[in-house]
Every structure is written in structure tokens, then in C-alpha cells.
């Protein structure tokens, strides 16, 4: 499966790689920093982190298709420069909102100057990141061929997951807890990483090599022209265009599981008993205890919480762990099948762990739903890749690697400007612990609204115990909370637009004549694989033939030989 992969799709792998070490590693704790009341957090709403990152989503994925024709136009490694520099000042800046903010407003609790600076920043790692993804994924389809693509795409997939998990572990480790917060070691890392991409690229980067004619065709098209191209191209691929429209439905859903879960999970689920087990298995590992903690132990309790729960950017990490394990294998395994369906088979599986991770208090069950979710991502996502790059046109592979990103754009923004505000109104602890105390006389709307999370439920502790007549614990006050107002219908809702999403998938699939096409395709495959095993057959046997012609002479040369030497005898007698 690795013949016919070019040296250079392995470069690509490495800059993807690290590049998804620096964005995965902030993208795992900023939901939790956003809304965080506590010290070191930006005490944004979930309105205004949904606002955030739909702003965020539209950058990152419109503008692929645009620098997508530039980076073909212009130089793949020019892009990747230009998205290295602006990473880095957006990581930097992010690591000093709060600094600014007090330098701003007098204070580092301003919601409004803490969203400004926020927003900023995150249209600075969207803007980058679309520069830099179009060039390297232009690199992976061109080191590829129809053989090894499905195989190449998959890999691709898992060498993007490993720094998709270790991403997250460093995070966990750096940020501290919520008593003593260190966020800004984790976007200082992410900076210092990009750097290390940017020197890479300097050093080890080689532009792919074109045609005298398009190298001349470069040289005359301004940026312009460029736009306009492209733009062209997009909308002259009708069937594409309508693909990618009605994927959106499935990355509405979809992207949700790193940018709202996190939340989800540190509110609303008890992953004690997670903590717990993993801290049994380190034990049994290095054969210590809590009280003097081996290797293992420690190296686990830096991914829980004072209490012992584990984090909850760790059981979203479960996705990638499972891709790095599966991927490989379940991409070969998927490799004969059609793209297509693979593609909707992914969708379902996906679409039935996003729900029954958000159905449950119970951490465990959470990290079975994500261990599903990532088995239907593992199928459909490097089929999608697959298909937008082997029907791109061979000089235009940049081109639609930035077309793929029109489903994110339209899914992951439209998902955040709907889900943000939507959970703040069904499923924000904030929001449910007033309406509790509100519902049970203990204050009105207007003396709890600007009260913090953390008194909030302190104040719905006092109130169950003085009901109840004994104590209760934040976990007691969570599930009573969970069964009077059932936030889960958040992930119902999200979950009914990727089913909608894989419905229309199905029917497009049997009504754009995508299933002909694919026949066709395996038809001539078919067609092509006979006649290689004829001609090599034929070649066979008319090696055989000769090889028995040579035997036949050789015989006939010695028996002629024995003739004459008898003949030679007989004269002699």
C-alpha cells in the first residue's frame, strides 16, 4: 500500500502533525477558560463563546477557498510563512488577554474587553490556520495515486491524531487546576511549537514542481484573477457544491463535541470513578500508592481535578486515542469499499455516540459514547478527504482541499451561533441553578444574576439540606438539577440535524447519480485488473513456451551429437 507514495507526503504529515499539537492543545481548555468565573478565567456567557467561535469558523473556513487557488498561484511555501506568523501572534496574544484587559478596563473580570481581545485572537488562529491548510493537504493528494489514496488518507488521518492526543495531554498538564490556573503556559507551547513547524518548513520544504507553462501562467495572474478563478471553479462543480452543502448538516453536529462537550462534561457528568480507575491501573502499574505515589500516579493525577475527576478535555481525548489505535486498520479494512458508503456508515455511528454522550451523568458511559463517535469519524472522515482529493482536478488539488472546508464553515459556524445560545438556556448549570432557586423561594431573577456558578450552587446545596434535613454535596445538587430541567435535550436537538444531514446524504448518494458513477468506476477497475491478468498470463505462458523451445533444441542438438558418435564408432569398428 506504500508503493507509489511520494518522499514528500511524509514532510506533510510532520508539519500537519505539529501543527495539531499547538492548535488541538489550546482548542482543548479554551471552553473551559472562556466561561470560567474563577481566578484566571475570561467570565465570558455561552452566548459569547458560541459567538466567538462562529466567527472564528467562518475565517478558517471560507478563507481556504481563496488561499487554496493563492497557494497554488503564488507558492505553497509562501503560505505556509505567512500562516506560521500569524499562529504565533495569536497564540502569544491569547496567553495575554487578561494582562491586557486589566492594562484596558482596570479589571480582569471586564466580559466586554475579555470578548474583544478573545475574539481577536481566535481570528487570528482562524486566519492562519486557513492559510496553512490548503498547501499541505495540496501536498498529501499530490503524493498520492488512485491506488494508495484510500490507504494514504488514512494514514494522513492518524499521523494528524497523534498530535491531535498528545495535544490535549500537555494541556491538561500545563493549565494547572482552578485554585492555581497556569492557562498561559499552554498558547506560550502552541507558539513555541509553530515556531519549530516555521523552521522545518525553512529548512526541509520543497516547493512541488510545476510546469514551465503554469509556472509562466503564475507569473501573469494577479491575485484578482486568482480570486475570480476560483470562485469559477467552485460553482461550476455543481455536484460538488451540493456534497459539500449537505455535509454541513453532519459538521453542525459534529464539531460540537470539542467546542461545547468540554463544558458539558465539567458540569453536568461525575468522572470520579473514571479518575479512580485510572488511578488503580497506575498503581498496580508501579506498585506504589497515593500517599507515596509512583511514576504512573503522578504522571496520571496531572489529568484530574482536585477532587479526582478526570479532566474533561481527557475523556474528549478519547477520540483521537481511539483513531491512533483504529485508524490504520479500519481505513484498510474500508479501503474496498465505496467511498460513499462508508462515508454514511461513518455518519451514523458518529451521530449515535454524539447523542449518548450527552444523555448521561456517568463519566463512564460518556467515554463509551465518545469511543463510538470516534469509530464513525475513523470511517467517514478520510473517505470525505479521499473523495474531495481523487475528484479534484490534478493541477487544481489545493483548489478543492479548500472547497472541503465549505461544509466547516457553514456547519461549525451556524453550529456555534445556534448552540451557544441554545445551551445557555437549557443546559448552563449557571441558568438552571437560578431557575431552581428562583422556582423554590430562595431569590428573584434580579438578586441571582449576577451571581457566580460556584455560590449558585452552594446556595442550591443549603436549600436541598434544609428541605432534605441532611447534607448534600455539589453532586447531589447536580443530579436533582438534572432531572428537573433534563439539559440533555441540547444534544437531542444538535443530534436531529446530523440525522437530518445523513438522510439527505442517502438520497442525494441514489438521486445525483453518484452510485452510477461509482459502479462505473469499479466496472473499469474490474475491466482493468482482467486485462493486466491476461497480458501478464499471456506473458507467462509465452515465457513458458520459449523456455520448452529452448529445452526442444538443446535436445535435439544432443541427440544429433549422440548420432554422430555412433556413427564415429561404427566406422572405427
Sequence with gaps: MLNGIKPEFWLANALEAFERLAYFGIRAVLPLM????????????????????????????????????????????????????????????????????????????????????MMFSGCMIGVGTAIFKPPVQGVVAKSLNEKNSGFGFGLFYWVVNVGGFLAPMCASALRGTEAAPTWHYVFYSAAIVTTFNLIITLFCFKEPKISAKEAAKREKESMGAVFVKTMKTL??????????????????????????????????????GVGEALLSAAMWMDGSTLEAPGWA?????????????????????????????????LS?????????????????????????????????????AIFIFAIGEIICSPKFSEYIGMTAPDDKKAVYMGFSNIPFAIGWSLGNMISGPLYEGLASKATLARSWLVENGNGSPESLENVKLDELMQRVQDALATTQGHPVDAYQATEVL????????????????????????????????????????????????????????????????????????????????????????????
Aim: proline share 2%; hydrophobic share 50%; net charge negative.
Design 332 to 368: 484498510a479494512f474500508f479501503a474496498r469499499y465505496r467511498m460513499m458508503t462508508s462515508l454514511i456508515l461513518g455518519m451514523v455511528i458518529s451521530v449515535v455516540g454524539f447523542v449518548l454522550s450527552g444523555m448521561t451523568m456517568s463519566g463512564g458511559i460518556a467515554c463509551l
Design 34 to 117: 472562556m466561561v470560567s468565573t474563577t481566578s484566571g478565567g475570561l467570565h465570558l456567557s455561552y452566548t459569547q463563546l458560541g459567538i466567538i467561535y462562529g466567527v472564528w469558523a467562518l475565517l478558517q473556513c471560507l478563507i481556504p477557498m481563496v488561499s487554496g487557488g493563492f497557494s497554488e498561484s503564488f507558492g505553497y511555501k509562501k503560505s505556509l510563512f505567512v500562516a506560521y506568523l500569524i499562529n504565533i501572534g495569536g497564540y502569544v496574544l491569547m496567553a495575554n488577554i487578561l494582562p491586557l484587559a486589566s492594562l484596558f478596563a482596570g479589571t480582569t473580570e471586564s466580559s466586554s474587553v475579555n470578548f474583544a481581545l
Design 297 to 329: 500516579v503522578r504522571f496520571i493525577k496531572s489529568f484530574l481535578e482536585s477532587n479526582g475527576a478526570l479532566k474533561p478535555e481527557m475523556i474528549i481525548n478519547i477520540d483521537s486515542a481511539a483513531i491512533i489505535i483504529f485508524v490504520l486498520p
Design 482 to 573: 438534572w432531572d428537573a430541567y433534563h439539559p440533555s435535550v441540547v444534544w437531542m436537538i444538535l443530534g436531529v440535524v446530523g440525522v437530518a444531514s445523513m438522510i439527505g446524504m442517502i438520497v442525494f448518494y441514489y438521486k445525483s447519480g453518484m452510485k452510477e458513477k461509482e459502479e462505473a468506476r469499479e466496472k473499469a477497475a474490474k475491466e482493468a485488473a482482467e486485462a493486466a491478468e491476461a497480458a501478464e498470463a499471456a506473458e507467462i505462458a509465452k515465457l513458458v513456451q520459449s523456455e520448452e523451445s529452448g529445452k526442444s533444441e538443446e535436445s535435439g542438438e544432443s541427440d544429433e551429437s549422440g548420432e554422430s558418435k555412433e556413427s564415429g564408432k561404427s566406422e572405427d569398428w
Design 235 to 272: 460553482f461550476e462543480d455543481k455536484s460538488m457544491l451540493f456534497f459539500l452543502l449537505i455535509v454541513s448538516g453532519f459538521w453542525f453536529m459534529f464539531m460540537q463535541l470539542w467546542d461545547l462537550l468540554p463544558n458539558f462534561l465539567n458540569e453536568w457528568t461525575d468522572r470520579r
